[in-house]
């Protein structure tokens, strides 16, 4: 079973759509959760950090379930330029400047006119 | 306020040659770590260094080597060149410790094998 799973995508949605992605992890001795953004041929950049009680960014909202191992992602009112890959990511240590970052496979999102 | 470098940008190399990747951290890291993402993958950890030593290492052969300079930049070396080697190499930075508590990935390095 891969450490990291996430919905194997392409997600194809108008603009102004709600999309959400999901993720389960293996480990449950994991202690930090993130959701990266790719775009394509470019490097991952933090999208948000996901807490327990769960947390929002503006249209992006982020919740996960330790008892599941299950984390997600929740888009609203999609804009173009929200269309790149989606990685969902956990550490064994505790915060993300160290150790292992362990990503899934990432899920693509497409977001059209 | 530079962020992660990495050179040389794209690289194309045979199998059985050797090759080695640089990058220098965002000011005032001093955590590297580096990742290999195939295509079509998400990246996958190799190590990371922190005062010059390798603190973690990933499920990678000892064919892939590292180092970290006292200015904190780091090389990754890998030896005997596999068709499988190709793949976009990232090198991420952060500050142990520090705040925020993340790390921040260069452009990467693009390494064909032919």
């Known amino acids: 079973r891969k450490e990291v799973e996430q919905d194997p995508g392409p997600f194809n949605v108008p603009e102004g759509a709600t999309v959400a992605f999901n993720c389960t992890y293996s480990?449950?001795?994991?202690?930090?959760f993130f959701w990266y953004r790719q775009d394509c041929r470019k490097e991952p950049k933090l999208l948000m950090s996901?807490?327990?009680s769960g947390n929002e960014d503006g249209r992006f909202t982020a919740q996960l379930n330790r008892a599941s191992q299950y984390i997600s992602l929740l888009i609203r009112d999609s804009k173009l330029s929200d269309s790149a890959t989606y990685l969902c990511?956990?550490?064994?240590?505790?915060?993300?400047?160290?150790?292992?970052?362990?990503f899934g496979k990432g899920t693509k999102l497409s977001v059209k006119p | 306020d530079a962020g992660v470098t990495q050179s040389p940008t794209h690289l194309i190399k045979t199998r059985g040659q050797q090759v080695t990747l640089r990058c220098s951290p965002k000011?005032?890291?001093?955590?590297v770590s580096w990742y290999q993402q195939a295509l079509g993958q998400g990246p996958q950890f190799i190590f990371q260094?922190?005062?010059?030593?390798?603190?973690q290492r990933g499920n990678f052969p000892d064919r892939f080597s590292g180092h970290q300079f006292p200015n904190y930049s780091s090389e990754l070396n890998v030896n005997a060149l596999l068709l499988g080697d190709s793949a976009l190499y990232l090198c991420?930075?952060?500050?142990?410790?520090?705040?925020?508590?993340?790390?921040?990935f260069g452009p990467g390095t693009r390494l064909t094998v032919l």
């Open positions: 991420a930075s952060s500050l142990n410790g520090g705040v925020p508590d993340t790390q921040y």
């Open positions: 480990n449950s001795a994991s202690q930090s």
């Open positions: 996901v807490y327990s």
């Open positions: 990511v956990v550490n064994l240590n505790y915060g993300g400047s160290q150790g292992n970052l362990i």
């Open positions: 000011s005032g890291h001093d955590t």
């Open positions: 260094y922190y005062e010059e030593e390798e603190r």
